[in-house]
């Protein structure tokens, strides 16, 4: 009897070894899974960024007038700058871009750079005018830990597509409801308006306006409602929302006019920001006066009802870059304009506000309208110099302003896949689109 229980433990004590070397091995698996898994997912991450950020500068390259090998170049420097950084250094000793070949897609055998004229489905093309462009990463050995003791190696590979975005909607929460009209929709090109010359931002009641009779170049804001929303616009209140437009050229993305003088609430909102509150509704609190409101004589309209430019008030008009140059001289005191011939002054904030004499007014294409339209195509928008306050006289009343730039907004792409005109930036699209 005492045999056979002997034998017996011999056996339980093999089941044991048995049990423990299954147990082990299934301890170590689970720390590789633990340990080389994170660290997988960590390098997936890193690799991740050095394509995207390759694809983004490839992008751009192209968006800059470079064709493809330009690009391709662009996205070899990009990945090439951030493998110095330490969190990069394990992928770095793994890629070697020293022979680059950047005329063919397969750049090295590691990194491939197509382009196509869709971002999805990314159908690849040597066509030179493709501007969507898909940077790959592939192959890149990672260092195991536990995972070579259950044979297992690992490798990391990551892709990325990038390119013009859809049209791009660009909202306003501020426009002064005017609209100037632009020759083109470049803003690179100030869209064809006259550099370093005072306009005519509203007309008067006497000359034939661009758009047509009776129209004084106001815009109809969403939400108007009438005489005291048009004041509060003029005076800066941000009282209607945003209004999107994407210059695609159809009707939705078309600029309201708003036909009528309106001379009274014009006068008064504008004015405020010169420090001039008169009429209801408007007050130095929340519609404060520019920091600086000097300003020259009242610019004279010629014969044809156009800014007299031979007159001395013209010459003598206080411009944009004396007034940025006053306000900075200023800054954190007190100061008179910078000649006595002009009247205002400079003053501390509170409550005046920086900048309030800067205008930001929509750009409409007026080609063609004679008939006083009530829509104009969508240019983009323009910030103006108020050159002076606006001086009523009866049933006229006019804006003088200054071109300083093209304003911006925060453009949201509309989604519209169709290929249509208008501002668009370069955006990261889904890595996961594949050849047709």
């Known amino acids: 009897m005492a045999r056979l229980n002997h034998t017996a433990k011999k056996k339980q004590q093999g089941n044991i070894l048995v049990l423990f070397c299954v147990g082990l091995i299934a301890m170590i698996a ?15 991450s890193r690799l991740q960024l050095l394509v995207d950020a390759a694809a983004l500068s490839a992008a751009t390259q192209l968006q800059k007038g470079g064709d493809h090998p330009a690009a391709r170049q662009a996205a070899v420097d990009m990945i090439n700058q951030n493998l110095t950084f330490k969190e990069f250094s394990e992928l770095a000793d793994e890629l ?24 999805d489905p990314f159908t690849v093309t040597a066509d030179t005018t493709a501007q969507y462009i898909r940077v790959t990463l592939n192959d890149l050995p990672l260092a195991s830990f536990l995972a070579q003791v259950v044979g297992i190696s690992k490798e990391v590979d990551a892709t990325s597509v990038a390119g013009p975005s859809t049209v791009l909607e660009e909202c306003y929460s501020n426009l002064v409801p005017m609209v100037v009209c632009g ?50 616009a003029m005076a800066g209140e941000d009282y209607n929302g945003e209004m999107c437009f994407s210059a695609t050229g159809t009707t939705d993305d078309q600029i309201d006019t708003e036909p009528g003088n309106t001379v009274g609430p014009v006068v008064q909102g504008l004015n405020t920001r010169m420090g001039e509150w008169k009429g209801g509704q408007v007050n ?11 300003a020259g004589d009242y610019i004279p309209l010629n014969t044809m009802g156009e800014l007299d430019t031979a007159s001395p008030e013209y010459a003598a ?5 004396t007034y940025e140059t ?20 400079i003053v501390t904030p509170e409550p005046p506000r920086a900048e309030r004499r800067i205008l930001q007014i929509l750009v409409g294409d007026c080609d063609g309208q004679t008939n006083g ?12 110099f108020l050159t002076q306050a606006v001086t009523q006289k009866g049933k006229e009343a006019y804006v003088v302003g200054e071109y300083v730039a093209a304003c911006t907004s925060e453009g949201t792409p509309s989604g519209t896949a169709d290929d249509l005109p208008g501002p668009y930036k370069i955006v990261l699209y889904h890595a996961g689109v594949t050849d047709a």
Not at 208 to 224: K, T, W, Y
Not at 373 to 384: H, M, R
């Open 284 to 294: 130095n609190i929340d519609h404060p006066r520019d920091l600086n409101n000097c």
């Open 96 to 119: 070697d871009l020293s022979m680059a070949d950047t005329y063919n897609n397969d750049v090295t055998e590691q990194l491939k750079i197509e382009f196509s004229l869709r971002p």
């Open 317 to 321: 008009a206080y411009r944009y870059p």
């Open 326 to 345: 006053d306000t900075q001289n200023a800054a954190g005191g007190s100061a008179s304009c910078s000649s006595t011939n002009l009247s205002g002054d």
């Open 183 to 232: 020759a083109n929709n470049d803003p690179d090109d100030n869209f064809g308006l006259p550099i370093n010359e005072l306009q005519l931002l509203k007309i008067s009641s006497e000359p034939d306006s661009p758009i047509g009779p009776g129209n004084f170049q106001l815009v109809r804001l969403e939400g108007a409602a009438g005489a005291a929303d048009i004041r509060k």
């Open 30 to 44: 689970t720390a590789s899974m633990a340990l080389d898994g994170g660290h997988l997912l960590l390098s997936k």
């Open 373 to 384: 339209a009530s829509q104009l195509g969508y240019f983009g928008s323009a910030c103006f």
